[in-house]
Each structure stands twice: as C-alpha cells, then as structure tokens.
C-alpha cells in the first residue's frame, strides 16, 4: 500500500519511520545476504522487514512473549529462515552473539533504559566487525521538554532541562533522553565513527491524527515534510527522536 494512502494510526506510522529507513536502506543494501543484529527488537517490525531484503537477523530481546510474537511474524511473511530470536539483554549481549559477528547493528529504542550507556555502546562497537554500521534510535531530550510544557506539565518540563548526576539524560520511567552533542560523544568515545544524525518524528507527533484521516494526501505530505527536514541542524532540537549512524 502507498505511504499516501494509509490513514490513521497506520499513516502516523509511516512518517515516523521513512526517515529512519531512508537512512538505513543505504547502509543495508539489499540482497547481500548481511548480518544484521537487532537488540531489543522485540516483535520483529524492523527485523522481518530486513528479512525480506534478504538479509539475515537475528533479534535479542528479554521478553519471550516478544520473540514468539517475532515467530510468528517471520514466518506469515515467508521469511522465517532468515529470522532468529534469541532471549537476552544488551548487558548480556556479547555471551549471546559473540565478538565482531555483526555486519549492522539495530539499538532503536535501547540506550535510553540501560543502566550505563556508555558501556553499553562499547560492547555494540564490539559486536561490530570493522566496517560494520551502528543504527541507533534514541529519545530527544528538548523535544521532551517542549512536549510537557505545552501539554500544560511546566514542572515536569523544567525537570528535564538538566541532566541528572552522572547521566546523559534525565531517567524517570521513560528513561533517558539524549541532546545531539550528548549522542554523537558518547558514540566517538566508543570507538564508532558518526557518519549521520538524522531528526524524527520532528512533526509528526504534534499532528492530530484526524487530520490524516480527513485530508487527502496528509500522510503523504507530512512524511515528505520530515524528510525534508530530517538533516536540517536546526530542526534537530524539536524531534522527538535522533536516528545516528556510525561505523567500527
């Protein structure tokens, strides 16, 4: 189904996405048969997409329930040989997979709730082989501060301004968020090359969502808006997301 013509939820989806593929794409390739490595993958929504590019992926993730949900998913779409699931956490991660066994490394949605990021994107760098490429999704913290004040939490906004001791973020149960020059130092002090750092979900988040059930080619406009954008320094602050590509 075109991106023009999904509506609701679905068209939502999309334009939080396509940026994030449109990055991505490029550094996969499609049919080469790489070693992809998705921490925290859960359910497989980027995992079987890879799939079917022809790519192995095996998926991490520490809830069960998530990897037979994963199963399932991989094999209604005809890609279950292509598709593993193995139950873990990144702490844990290089006793799973092993040393330099990944060609492309998923962390979406990840580093926020780990307990030291900084350990944890070593042992990513590790899991990489030399040349291999780091997809890394993170919350943004200014966009979160936006977000509570304009919901009309000013207290809560202002909490998040700072970062807590010895954090890059402030945690709280969503966990940390990241500026753009937090993100890409804690990257290079592992070792990895930033290549790219992309914005999403910069407006998408604060479109109502009966807008693109009502007009016509909302979805469609919207998702070429964030792309747009997406690269533009000065929207950076407003994504709700960061989406960083780096290479070992």
Not at 18 to 44: F, K, N, Q
Not at 115 to 133: H, I, W
Not at 178 to 202: K, M, N, P, Q, Y
């Amino acid at each position: 189904m075109p991106v023009g013509s999904e509506r609701g939820g679905e068209g939502r989806g999309s334009a939080r996405t396509a940026v994030v593929w449109d990055a991505l794409r490029p550094a996969l390739g499609e049919g080469t048969g790489r070693d992809v490595l998705d921490i925290g993958g859960g359910t497989g929504g980027f995992a079987v997409r890879v799939a079917e590019l022809g790519h192995r992926v095996s998926v991490v993730d520490p809830s069960p329930d998530a990897l037979a949900a994963l199963d399932r998913r991989a094999h209604e779409r005809g890609v279950a040989a292509r598709v593993t699931g193995q139950q873990g956490e990144l702490s844990t991660l290089l006793e799973v997979t092993g040393p330099a066994s990944a060609d492309v490394v998923l962390c979406h949605g990840v580093l926020e709730i780990v307990e030291d990021p900084s350990a944890a994107l070593e042992v990513l760098a590790r899991v990489l082989r030399p040349g291999g490429t780091l997809s890394l999704l993170v919350a943004q913290r200014h966009a979160a501060v936006i977000a509570r004040a304009m919901a009309g939490h000013f207290q809560q906004a202002r909490s998040l301004l700072e970062p807590g001791p010895g954090e890059p973020g402030p945690g709280g149960r969503h966990g940390r968020r990241f500026t753009h020059g937090e993100l890409t130092a804690l990257v290079s002090a592992a070792g990895l090359v930033v290549d790219s750092v992309h914005g999403i979900r910069v407006f998408t988040d604060l479109v109502p969502g009966s807008l693109l059930d009502l007009e016509p080619g909302a979805t469609q406009a919207l998702v070429e808006l964030e792309r747009a954008v997406a690269e533009r320094s000065e929207y950076l602050p407003l994504a709700t997301q960061l989406h960083l590509l780096a290479h070992r």
